[in-house]
Protein backbone atom coordinates (compact mmCIF):
# COMPACT_ATOMS: atom_id res chain seq x y z
CA UNK A 1 0.00 0.00 0.00
CA UNK A 2 1.62 3.10 -0.54
CA UNK A 3 2.03 6.08 1.85
CA UNK A 4 -1.08 8.35 0.24
CA UNK A 5 -3.60 4.84 0.89
CA UNK A 6 -2.45 4.81 3.91
CA UNK A 7 -3.58 7.95 5.42
CA UNK A 8 -6.45 7.91 3.69
CA UNK A 9 -7.76 4.70 5.13
CA UNK A 10 -6.38 5.81 8.45
CA UNK A 11 -8.29 9.21 8.32
CA UNK A 12 -11.42 7.29 7.36
CA UNK A 13 -11.08 4.95 10.34
CA UNK A 14 -10.40 7.57 12.70
CA UNK A 15 -13.31 9.33 11.44
CA UNK A 16 -15.55 6.78 11.92
CA UNK A 17 -14.25 5.92 15.69
CA UNK A 18 -14.82 9.05 16.25
CA UNK A 19 -18.51 9.53 14.82
CA UNK A 20 -19.20 6.36 17.35
CA UNK A 21 -17.68 7.81 20.50
CA UNK A 22 -19.57 10.59 19.68
CA UNK A 23 -22.56 9.13 20.17
CA UNK A 24 -21.32 8.17 24.00
CA UNK A 25 -20.29 12.12 24.59
CA UNK A 26 -21.48 11.44 28.18
CA UNK A 27 -19.63 8.13 29.28
CA UNK A 28 -16.29 9.21 27.42
CA UNK A 29 -13.81 11.41 26.90
CA UNK A 30 -11.40 11.68 24.06
CA UNK A 31 -8.34 13.19 22.46
CA UNK A 32 -7.62 12.84 18.65
CA UNK A 33 -3.94 13.66 17.49
CA UNK A 34 -2.91 13.18 14.26
CA UNK A 35 -1.31 9.49 15.27
CA UNK A 36 -3.57 8.80 18.41
CA UNK A 37 -6.81 8.72 19.17
CA UNK A 38 -6.88 8.30 23.14
CA UNK A 39 -10.15 7.02 24.68
CA UNK A 40 -11.10 7.82 28.36
CA UNK A 41 -13.91 6.20 29.82
CA UNK A 42 -15.03 8.75 33.07
CA UNK A 43 -16.30 5.87 35.38
CA UNK A 44 -13.74 3.75 35.17
CA UNK A 45 -10.83 5.89 34.09
CA UNK A 46 -10.06 2.92 32.10
CA UNK A 47 -8.49 4.22 28.43
CA UNK A 48 -8.10 2.40 24.96
CA UNK A 49 -5.37 4.18 22.47
CA UNK A 50 -5.51 3.33 18.78
CA UNK A 51 -2.53 4.56 16.79
CA UNK A 52 -0.76 4.65 13.72
CA UNK A 53 2.46 2.86 12.59
CA UNK A 54 3.65 4.76 9.77
CA UNK A 55 6.23 2.89 9.09
CA UNK A 56 5.05 -0.57 8.83
CA UNK A 57 1.22 0.85 7.73
CA UNK A 58 -0.16 -1.00 10.70
CA UNK A 59 -2.93 0.50 13.19
CA UNK A 60 -2.50 -0.68 16.52
CA UNK A 61 -5.24 -1.06 19.42
CA UNK A 62 -4.90 -1.68 23.08
CA UNK A 63 -7.40 -1.81 25.55
CA UNK A 64 -7.95 -4.08 28.44
CA UNK A 65 -4.61 -5.38 28.87
CA UNK A 66 -4.58 -6.44 25.61
CA UNK A 67 -3.06 -5.04 22.09
CA UNK A 68 -3.96 -5.84 18.70
CA UNK A 69 -1.70 -4.81 15.12
CA UNK A 70 -4.01 -4.41 11.96
CA UNK A 71 -2.99 -4.09 8.15
CA UNK A 72 -5.65 -3.27 5.90
CA UNK A 73 -6.73 -5.91 3.75
CA UNK A 74 -7.55 -4.20 0.25
CA UNK A 75 -9.22 -7.96 -1.21
CA UNK A 76 -11.61 -7.75 2.06
CA UNK A 77 -11.83 -3.82 2.20
CA UNK A 78 -11.23 -4.18 6.07
CA UNK A 79 -8.49 -3.22 8.88
CA UNK A 80 -7.73 -6.84 9.97
CA UNK A 81 -5.29 -8.67 13.02
CA UNK A 82 -3.95 -11.73 11.42
CA UNK A 83 -2.09 -13.09 15.01
CA UNK A 84 -5.66 -12.77 16.38
CA UNK A 85 -7.95 -13.32 13.42
CA UNK A 86 -9.92 -10.30 14.24
CA UNK A 87 -11.56 -7.01 12.57
CA UNK A 88 -10.82 -3.74 13.92
CA UNK A 89 -14.39 -2.38 14.18
CA UNK A 90 -15.59 -5.70 15.51
CA UNK A 91 -12.99 -6.06 17.95
CA UNK A 92 -12.95 -2.14 19.09
CA UNK A 93 -16.49 -2.25 19.53
CA UNK A 94 -15.86 -5.18 21.89
CA UNK A 95 -13.72 -3.40 24.06
CA UNK A 96 -16.25 -0.13 23.60
CA UNK A 97 -19.24 -2.65 24.88
CA UNK A 98 -16.86 -4.07 27.47
CA UNK A 99 -15.92 -0.94 29.15
CA UNK A 100 -19.69 0.90 29.17
CA UNK A 101 -21.35 -1.98 30.11
CA UNK A 102 -23.93 -1.97 26.82
CA UNK A 103 -24.06 -3.14 23.51
CA UNK A 104 -21.65 -0.89 21.00
CA UNK A 105 -21.95 -1.74 17.49
CA UNK A 106 -20.13 -0.04 14.16
CA UNK A 107 -22.68 -1.90 11.50
Keep these: M ?3 EYFKRV ?5 KVEDKLDEFE ?3 DYDHTPDKLMVNFELSG ?3 VINTQRAIKEIWLAGNSRAWH ?4 QEKDIWFA ?4 EEFYQCLADLLSD ?6 SFQ
Design 99 to 104: NLGQAV
Design 26 to 28: DEI
Design 46 to 48: KKV
Design 82 to 85: RAEQ
Design 70 to 73: FQFL
Design 11 to 15: EELFQ
Design 2 to 4: ENK
